[in-house]
């Protein structure tokens, strides 16, 4: 049936550049029969273009991240088809669980690396945005499925029961998304949701505060844009390699300046002296809970840095109710239903 639609189907130009469509944060995993459910994969996302046999790969942010899988680039090239994929590049351990580490310290070569993909945007000169994502993934299985670098990403009918498999095997969470919903660039609403298993957010970076002790500093500052102005969240004292901190020290004391750049007041200081810099390196953290504030009410625990995005594109996350979001898709469909009683 896809096929068949496809040949009637207009043929159009390529994208040079698509905006990652992205997940709202919801609480608890919603539990819908409108919704299918996928794993949330802990890597770097990849939109990765092919036409007439050559291959670039975008980062979340646009960056170009073609050279840096060559494993990945090599199948994408052998799928002998021009097309657009969604997905994420990611490093399995021994143990087959996404090593987010491993990635960061990928050297091009290893064999663990495998894109995870889960999404068909564009084939052959037809525009799939527009076509439910049940059916965009129906191709995007079929044309994946002979080579093992890439790893499809399957679809599950209980969300709750992912989730709590996600918990069991210490994973990242889980994504919720429409079975008849559209790719829409850059978008984050309620067709797609994400209920991650801990609370891990990337934020950007503003600024350390210095150690009294041995080490290269005591805490990092960081914050996230709030309508376009950059607020102080929290701080991280945790997370790092004793290894590593020289070297984030000196990454820090490259972008250091005379002022905060922060729009607000940093709280929490305990005497330390506080040295600041411009807002452009992007990290992970864990963290336990927000204050009614919108700040993070203990210290955070860092992850790691995020190359693949922009600072300006970080902002606050706050979960959304489930219920809320369960009642709506419960109006649509009744509306949807009256609608087609009128017909």
């Not at 690396?113 to 000169?125: E, N, S």
């Not at 191709?139 to 209980?158: E, Q």
């Not at 929490?268 to 864990?286: C, I, R, S």
Request: charged share 30%; aromatic share 10%; hydrophobic share 35%.
């Amino acid at each position: 049936m896809v096929y068949v639609y496809l040949k009637s189907h207009v043929m159009k130009k390529m994208p040079a550049h698509i905006s990652p469509m992205l997940c709202t944060l919801i609480k608890d995993p919603i539990d819908s029969e409108d919704y299918l459910y996928e794993v949330k994969w802990d890597g770097y996302r990849i939109v990765s273009f092919v036409e007439k046999g050559k291959v670039h790969m975008d980062s979340r942010s646009g960056l170009n991240y073609t050279a840096k899988y060559p494993p990945v680039q090599k199948a994408l090239k052998g799928l002998k088809h021009d097309v657009i994929i969604d997905g994420e590049v990611v490093v399995f351990n021994q143990e087959e669980k996404p090593d987010f580490d491993a990635l960061q310290l990928y050297n091009g070569h290893e064999s663990p690396i495998k894109y995870c993909v889960f999404d068909l945007l564009w084939m052959d000169g037809h525009d799939l945005r527009d076509f439910p994502l049940t059916e965009r993934k129906e191709l995007l299985k079929i044309l994946v499925k002979d080579n093992d670098v890439f790893r499809f990403s399957d679809s599950f009918d209980d969300g709750p029961a992912l989730y709590l498999q996600m918990l069991d095997l210490n994973l990242e969470g889980i994504v919720a998304k429409r079975k008849d919903s559209v790719y829409t660039e850059g978008n984050r609403g309620n067709d797609w949701l994400k209920t991650p298993t801990r609370k891990r957010q990337e934020f950007v970076i503003g600024g350390w505060a210095e150690s009294d002790k041995a080490r290269s500093f005591k805490s990092l500052l960081f914050g996230a844009y709030e309508n376009g102005k950059f607020t102080w969240i929290g701080r991280s004292g945790g997370g790092f390699k004793d290894k590593e901190m020289p070297g984030i020290l000196k990454k820090l004391q490259a972008i250091e300046i005379d002022e905060s750049p922060f729009v607000n007041k940093v709280l929490d200081t305990k005497g330390a002296k506080m040295h600041w810099v411009k807002p452009q390196l992007v990290a992970n953290f864990e963290f336990a809970t927000w204050t009614k504030t919108g700040r993070i009410r203990k210290p955070a625990t860092f992850l790691g840095f995020r190359l693949d995005k922009k600072p300006k594109q970080v902002v606050r996350e706050v979960p959304k109710s489930t219920a809320t979001i369960e009642a709506g898709v419960e109006k649509e469909s009744t509306e949807e239903v009256s609608v087609r009683k009128l017909k």
